[in-house]
């Protein structure tokens, strides 16, 4: 294959490979999802989180022990006389119910100084609590919240049970007092006092025997999803802090855990005042309200707000700042970053006068003390490979990969087979999935499959088209033309079947003739001379190769008799070293450009010895049928 032919299967070849490239890159461009259709920050964040969030509970159980009550004579007595002398001064009115109202608020202001403890003592068995936020930190199961969501002090303890386990007393007790006062009817302002005195009474003086507390998490059972098969599983307390305002921390950790989802801690560098703040966790106002499902009850909330300032308390522990609503339950939650790392856990929020959180201001300590205190207890926060394929799922589904997400929800399912959403996500993939809303790409290995596939038919087409177009000049080409001889075989001759070698001793001439070895006593009526071609016996015009040299003294005599091409003539039958030199001819059938006047040919200097070959073998075919000279 000469020069040409490579120019010309290189410019086919490329232009294959183009049209290839081409067809591969319009088919295997995906679709891309409408800007409009971008998925908010929040609504990523809180799927991709959520898991890791949990509700948990503290419980304190035991039996509440309360005495009886009893007047103390002297006290009254002086009360009584007050009472007169209050009336005769026209300081109060001096019907029954003005005076009763003047005795009971005068011992709702010192309860012990006019009632005293007596037997016998009452018993009651009462279970008090609460419920806050926690979050996983590793996949084995240790989980951070806040320190006064896991203990409660001496005080807070009374006054809670106070509030749940007496209630039957001091309803009991206030109803006795009131009876005492004969021929006296109380209206709801009495009753309410009277109890009051009692609430006092009995908080001041009630024992708590047989104490236990207990922590735990609540967890949906396997299966997926948040509902009512959700259990508590039982938490054991391994570090805790000072609550508010010192550094309340807390870590809690729940055995015979594996592939619990978790989350990401950030830095506190992460964040600074202006940036959106997220919050997650259970608001009371849900779980402590009967109106709600069990099911509404167990979803985390999200709220959002932004950063406002950098705080510090007088015990020095740094606290951040934010307008990020919060209430009561979400104390321990996870705060995270606009990424969805941990940048914080929220603590406390201010209160109004009559106990009503406020959602203009909440607190927040930062992850550098959640950091600290992991590593006093060797803990590192990791994520599990059910968070990993889990959010790559999420990836997938929000990008409407539903075929692609669909097999790594499952994967999630099997790894953790409690995660509270995955079932969800399963079920929505699917149905996605069905009604042809899937835009999931096709794999690579199809779009180079479809590019191989389009370059064998382009270059097959072309192909084809190659070899009509030879056809075609081969047809048009003159009858009994001798074909071009193969690169490297021996040219064909008209007695053999086989190549046409010079026979010694079998009556020829081995007098090359323009490279060609002639039949003895047979000569060329006219060759191409070398100053342009010339026609032979029979009529046939011989082109001139450019760059062959046919003058006489192109040649020299070698030591056997026969001509010798000089160096520079085009043509070198033997090379020194005694090996046959062929010049590759051009393919059968292609004709070398014509020269337009006062150009200079194609190729000019480059003998085209495909078309010197054919002539030679014309001339051969046209001497062969004369008949030989006397």
């Not at 009651?124 to 996983?136: D, F, I, L, P, R």
């Not at 059972?221 to 805790?240: F, H, I, M, N, Y």
């Not at 499952?410 to 042809?436: C, M, N, W």
């Not at 038919?457 to 001798?482: C, F």
Request: proline share 9%.
């Amino acid at each position: 294959m000469d020069g040409n032919i490579r120019k010309y299967f290189g410019r086919l070849t490329g232009g294959m490979a183009a049209i290839a490239a081409f067809a591969l890159l319009v088919t295997a461009a995906p679709a891309s999802a409408d800007p409009g259709d971008e998925i908010p920050v929040g609504t990523r964040l809180a799927a991709r989180t959520h898991p890791a969030v949990q509700l948990t509970s503290i419980t304190y159980s035991g039996e509440v022990v309360v005495p009886s009550s009893q007047a103390k004579e002297a006290a009254w007595d002086q009360l009584t006389n007050e009472a007169t002398q209050a009336v005769l001064a026209g300081k109060i009115p001096s019907d029954e119910r003005s005076i009763a109202k003047f005795l009971f608020q005068r011992v709702a202001s010192d309860v012990d100084r006019y009632l005293a403890p007596v037997g016998p003592e009452r018993t009651v068995k009462a279970q008090v609590g609460g419920m806050c936020t926690g979050w996983w930190v590793t996949p084995d199961g240790y989980m951070v919240t806040g320190a006064h969501c896991v203990q409660m002090s001496d005080q807070e303890l009374s006054q809670t049970f106070a509030q749940q386990a007496l209630e039957k007393f001091n309803k009991q007790d206030a109803k006795d007092m009131i009876n005492a006062l004969r021929n006296f009817e109380a209206d709801k302002e009495m009753i309410e006092l009277v109890q009051q005195i009692y609430v006092t009474f009995n908080s001041t003086h009630l024992e708590i025997r047989g104490l236990q507390k207990s922590l735990s998490v609540l967890q949906s059972l396997p299966g997926g999803g948040v509902d009512k098969t959700a259990k508590e599983v039982p938490a054991e307390l391994v570090s805790v802090g000072e609550s508010y305002p010192g550094k309340d921390f807390a870590l809690l950790k729940v055995n015979g855990q594996q592939n619990l989802p978790t989350v990401p801690l950030g830095e506190d560098v992460d964040v600074q005042t202006g940036d959106t703040l997220y919050i997650s966790g259970f608001p009371g106002l849900v779980t402590n309200t009967p109106w709600f499902s069990v099911e509404s009850k167990l979803d985390p909330a999200l709220t959002e707000g932004p950063y406002n300032a950098k705080r510090s308390t007088q015990e020095g522990v740094p606290y951040i700042q934010t307008q990020a609503p919060s209430y009561h339950g979400n104390s321990g939650g996870p705060v995270f970053s606009r990424a969805g790392n941990v940048v914080g856990m929220l603590i406390a929020g201010t209160v109004s006068e009559n106990g009503e959180a406020s959602e203009n201001e909440s607190f927040v300590l930062p992850v550098s003390i959640i950091k600290e205190k992991l590593n006093e207890k060797n803990v590192k926060p990791s994520a599990s490979l059910t968070t990993t394929k889990y959010n790559e799922a999420l990836d997938d589904f929000f990008n409407r990969h539903y075929k692609d997400a669909l097999p790594k929800f499952r994967e999630v399912q099997a790894l953790f087979p409690s995660h509270p959403y995955v079932a969800k996500y399963i079920t929505d993939s699917q149905q996605a999935i069905s009604s042809g809303k899937d835009e999931t790409p096709q794999p690579m290995w199809v779009w180079i499959a479809v590019g191989a596939g389009a370059l064998i038919i382009v270059g097959g087409g072309l192909l084809l088209l190659l070899l009509l177009r030879r056809r075609k000049k081969d047809s048009a080409s003159p009858q009994g033309q001798a074909p071009s001889p193969a690169y490297g075989g021996p040219y064909p001759g008209p007695n053999s079947g086989g190549g046409y070698p010079a026979q010694v001793g079998g009556g020829y001439d081995r007098q090359p003739v323009n490279g060609q070895v002639l039949p003895q006593g047979w000569q060329p009526q006219s060759l191409p001379p070398a100053d342009g071609p010339a026609r032979t016996a029979g009529g046939y015009e011989a082109p001139r190769p450019g760059g062959y040299d046919q003058r006489p003294d192109a040649h020299d005599r070698r030591s056997d008799g026969h001509d010798r091409q000089r160096p520079g003539s085009g043509y070198d039958p033997q090379r020194p070293d005694g090996a046959t030199q062929y010049v590759r001819p051009a393919p059968y059938g292609q004709q070398r450009p014509h020269a337009m006047p006062g150009q200079a040919p194609a190729d000019a200097g480059a003998p085209d010895v495909a078309d010197l070959e054919r002539e030679i073998a014309e001339l051969r075919r046209q001497l062969q049928h004369r008949r030989p000279e006397a």
